[in-house]
């Protein structure tokens, strides 16, 4: 059974001043099997943020509708957790009453609350710094403790978009890994943009490829590297035949995205 | 102590010379009063010199019970100000909040703020008469509608992507204004309160400049019927050194409350 089932979505944002509407998603069919991991790969101005926040709610489908578990997406909730590219922790919150966020707003009980978010805050290997304020994390910690809040809150699925987007390299990769392995281990929903091919091979069951203006999914490749994967697998020749592959369909659409600006 | 200044575009310098010049200043200021004053330069119809303040200062507050009056002021400052932030900050969070009450309510506001509370005195008279109510009214209209606006515009301008994260975590709209919203702007408003706080004491002494008994501007404008510019002085300076040390009390309540913000 899908988890998630995307029919015949398309968002057109109206003209600015009275100028002709930009049509930024065609009418586009997507279905996610439980546990799934797929990756969105495209171009800037591809769309695939913007069919991440329909998904998510934050946005409203032009045509279309979302199902998750059946039930149609009608506004954002507790059963779609999010991650964003920007650091979207609470700056008034300590790391652990971020992580407490959501369970608190459902009224989850104290020492079951202080449980769920102590063993996620140990996941993302945070321990030690439940006291901190977000300022006074890395980048790469704060995006730690996003994933963490957003998996504390127990949702179907987990939308990521373009969480590591903002780090180095080095953090990126290791960021990767830790997704990776609490994948792995806990089984779970999971829709995560990029524009990052290697980001998108190695984390995926499955790559979705989308094009640009008007956004549409162009393609989708399985990908069929063993788990657990270890960084390793980077350097394996199947890795650099699928990245050598998307690498080229890619390339075409982010030659239209540049020259179309 | 020698202070080393180096004077480059932003860069910081070292506290204990930030206080020196702070109070470098001062020293100026009350040296060049001095010289024109006690040198003859202006004459002490004008201007009274800082000596003469001073024995004017003590003999306010000795002889012409002068802390009844800074009491009274207090009161009033305080007093009206406090009732204009129990009605202007929950107002503002609304209207920041929800855009239809800032429609029906911002191009009231707005006119509203540019009305003088000066020019309310001879009404509030009428109204309140020449009690303390009128007072409160006076400071009440001139910082509510300050408040309101800049509340509000500071409630507005809260980052989307943290109210967006509250919804994916399963906020609903109330969750957002209280657990969002209101703490993500607490600093900010209290920024705001200290400044319309500053204005209020502008007010005050407006206030009681007209059909007053008591206060600092009561005793201003008896001092001016006497010719006495040592006490206008002296009244004056303690509405400075008041508002100095209520803008630190504030500053340093502010931070020990919003202590992430400088975390």
């Not at chain 1, 790969?41 to 199902?67: E, M, Q």
């Not at chain 2, 001062?26 to 800082?50: H, N």
């Not at chain 2, 989307?160 to 209280?178: H, I, M, N, Q």
């Not at chain 2, 702007?185 to 007053?212: F, K, M």
């Amino acid at each position: 059974m899908n988890e998630l089932v995307i029919q015949g979505v398309s968002r057109t944002f109206p003209g600015v001043r009275g100028g002709t509407p930009t049509l930024a998603l065609q009418p586009t069919h997507l279905e996610i099997p439980r546990n799934d991991f797929v990756t969105i790969l495209g171009p800037s101005g591809c769309g695939k943020s913007t069919l991440l926040r329909i998904i998510a709610g934050l946005d409203r489908p032009t045509t279309g509708k979302v199902l998750l578990a059946g039930m149609e997406v009608k506004g954002p909730g507790a059963d779609r957790g999010m991650v964003f590219q920007s650091y979207t922790l609470f700056p008034w919150l300590t790391i652990r009453e971020n992580v407490a966020f959501g369970l608190r707003e459902r009224g989850v009980a104290e020492k079951e609350k202080w449980e769920i978010v102590d063993s996620y805050i140990d996941k993302v290997g945070l321990r030690g710094f439940e006291n901190h304020w977000p300022k006074q994390l890395s980048g790469g910690m704060q995006q730690r403790t996003a994933i963490a809040r957003a998996l504390a809150n127990g949702p179907r699925i987990l939308l990521l978009d373009e969480p590591f987007g903002a780090l180095d390299n080095q953090t990126r990769g290791l960021m990767q890994e830790l997704l990776l392995g609490i994948w792995e281990r806990e089984q779970k929903t999971v829709i995560f943009v990029t524009h990052d091919i290697e980001e998108a091979v190695f984390m995926a069951n499955r790559v979705v490829t989308m094009s640009a203006r008007p956004g549409r999914i162009k393609s989708i490749t399985p990908v069929d590297l063993p788990h657990p994967r270890h960084y390793t697998v980077k350097a394996s020749p199947e890795f650099s035949e699928l990245r050598a592959r998307l690498t080229e369909e890619i390339r075409g659409e982010a030659i239209v995205a540049a020259t179309h600006g | 102590m020698t202070v080393g200044i180096d004077m480059q575009p932003l860069q910081p310098i070292r506290h204990s010379t930030r206080i020196a010049l702070g109070i470098l200043f001062f020293v100026l200021f009350f040296l060049a009063w001095g010289i024109a004053t006690l040198g003859g330069f202006v004459s002490p119809t004008f201007l009274a010199d800082p000596i003469t303040m001073l024995n004017d200062g003590i003999y306010l507050i000795t002889a012409q019970g002068f802390a009844y009056d800074i009491g009274m002021t207090i009161w009033r400052v305080v007093g009206g100000f406090v009732l204009a932030s129990i009605i202007a900050v929950p107002l503002g969070i609304a209207m920041g909040a929800y855009k239809p009450i800032e429609a029906l309510l911002e191009p009231f506001v707005s006119f509203a703020r540019y009305l003088p509370a000066s020019a309310f005195v001879p009404l509030l008279i009428l109204w309140a008469g020449i009690g303390e109510m009128q007072k409160l009214l006076v400071i009440f209209i001139g910082a509510v509608f300050q408040i309101i606006l800049m509340v509000a515009v500071a409630v507005a301008a809260t980052r989307r992507d943290l109210v967006e994260a509250a919804y994916t975590l399963g906020a609903k709209d109330r969750g957002v204004v209280r657990r969002v919203l209101i703490p993500a702007n607490a600093p900010d408003i209290a920024e705001i309160l200290r400044l319309v706080l500053g204005w209020a004491w502008t007010y005050v002494i407006v206030a009681e400049l007209i059909g007053a008994s008591s206060g600092i501007g009561y005793m201003i404008i008896n001092s001016q019927a006497l010719m006495a510019t040592g006490q206008i002085i002296f009244g004056i300076i303690v509405i400075g050194v008041i508002g100095l040390i209520s803008d630190f009390a504030f500053k340093s309540l502010n931070r020990k409350l919003f202590a992430w913000r400088l975390a």
